[in-house]
């Protein structure tokens, strides 16, 4: 699959989410209200497809008058309304929350909105630059914004405020770590998510010296990659890529050419990486040979959240299946009438559920598995619960089948 075809299908996904008034957010029509975050974020998406795929235009216009609706010339900022997925931006007034969240949906409308919303958004802003309690988020994204947006004099003088801030390690690696004792502090996807706002606002400041700057944040940047190619969430990894793709175009070799060669059950495959095709997905499949049965379990897993600080508002359980077996459809759909799991999705050889409000108290799913294909020596399933804001605050554990089980 292409990408642009790839884009067109995420696209109508994307859609599905869209709400009868203009909004997003995480289940469309069936929540309560939508989400100024999600919307703002989709609005960013759109516009940035637009130039790739066919987006309808009405749609992106729709969903920025929603946003501007909401917007009032009382405190001038975009407030937080509906489901904020992205935790960072959940800090109170008093610690720079609603200014990041403004500076977050002012990068999404900045050439569609009005000039004299944006001017409310810059003076939100402005007030909150002089708050001595702004989470560092805070203070990364507006200088981002200020950048972004053509406000040079501020956004420099705030990513020179920055750079004191930042950790070093030797003089090849830079990034920012937010503080881990704050209930908004911070987590290692948030600093990959600061470094890389760093970064880009470091390539928007002419000078040598910035750009060996970025190039150290850069480099902290691709040590924090995961075995699938992301980061730790969905957010940090979009603007991760973004800085990398920015910092690739301005250093940019075109003579690239290297072979790989992947071996398993018994049969090589040879790829060639070039300048022509070094964007494009490869993928080989070898043959997969199952043999149907019936042996089945009943599984029951049980989690709970042993922190001081509530219940989790939503929490990804991620269990791997025994080799050989598979879950039984039906059983997975009765979970989806609990009020503890909002949907699940079978990949290939685990099942992941998005469950909510897990607190202290066992959450408990159970459903059924049986046997696809007959596997010797059975070795132990892993299951992961872990939160979906914070995916570090997470619990593994191992299972296997036994007669008795």
Aim: charged residues 25%.
């Amino acid at each position: 699959m292409g990408l642009g075809l790839n884009s067109a299908v995420g696209y109508q996904r994307q859609l599905r989410f869209r709400r009868r008034d203009g909004s997003f957010s995480s289940y469309g029509n069936e929540d309560n209200q939508g989400s100024m975050w999600l919307t703002a974020f989709v609005v960013k998406a759109f516009r940035e497809a637009s130039q790739y795929i066919s987006i309808d235009e009405e749609v992106i216009n729709k969903a920025t008058d929603w946003i501007l609706r909401l917007q009032t010339n009382e405190t001038l900022c975009f407030p937080r309304f509906g489901e904020m997925i992205h935790k960072e931006l959940k800090g109170g007034t008093d610690r720079g929350g609603k200014a990041a969240l403004t500076a977050f949906v002012m990068l999404a409308v900045k050439d569609i909105a009005p000039e004299d919303r944006l001017d409310w958004g810059f003076t939100c802003l402005e007030n909150s630059t002089q708050l001595t309690n702004k989470t560092l988020y805070a203070e990364v994204l507006l200088a981002y914004t200020y950048l972004k947006m053509g406000e040079y004099a501020e956004g420099e003088r705030l990513v020179n405020e920055l750079m004191s801030k930042a950790k070093r390690e030797g003089d090849d690696i830079l990034y920012w770590e937010g503080d881990r004792n704050s209930l908004y502090g911070g987590s290692r996807a948030v600093d990959v998510e600061m470094t890389a706002y760093m970064a880009l606002s470091l390539m928007h400041i002419s000078g040598r010296g910035n750009m060996e700057e970025a190039a150290r944040a850069i480099r902290w940047i691709t040590t924090q990659r995961n075995g699938y190619g992301g980061f730790v969430s969905t957010q940090d990894t979009i603007v991760a890529v973004e800085a990398l793709s920015e910092f690739a175009a301005r250093t940019f070799a075109s003579d690239l050419a290297t072979s790989v060669s992947v071996t398993a059950g018994g049969e090589t495959v040879q790829r060639m990486v070039e300048g022509d095709n070094r964007l494009l997905y490869q993928e080989s499949k070898v043959p997969d040979l199952t043999k149907r049965g019936s042996t089945g379990y009943e599984l029951k897993v049980c989690t709970s959240f042993l922190r001081n600080s509530g219940a989790v508002d939503r929490a990804i359980l991620d269990m791997e299946m025994p080799s050989g077996y598979i879950p039984v459809h039906s059983t997975l759909r009765q979970l989806r009438r609990s009020s503890a799991v909002r949907q699940f999705n079978i990949q290939e050889g685990k099942v992941i559920f998005t469950m909510q409000k897990v607190a202290e108290d066992k959450t408990c799913l159970e459903f059924r598995i049986i046997r696809e294909n007959y596997v010797e020596q059975l070795k132990p399933a892993i299951v992961k619960v872990h939160d979906f804001y914070r995916p570090e605050e997470r619990s593994i554990k191992e299972y296997e089948l036994t007669p008795a089980a």
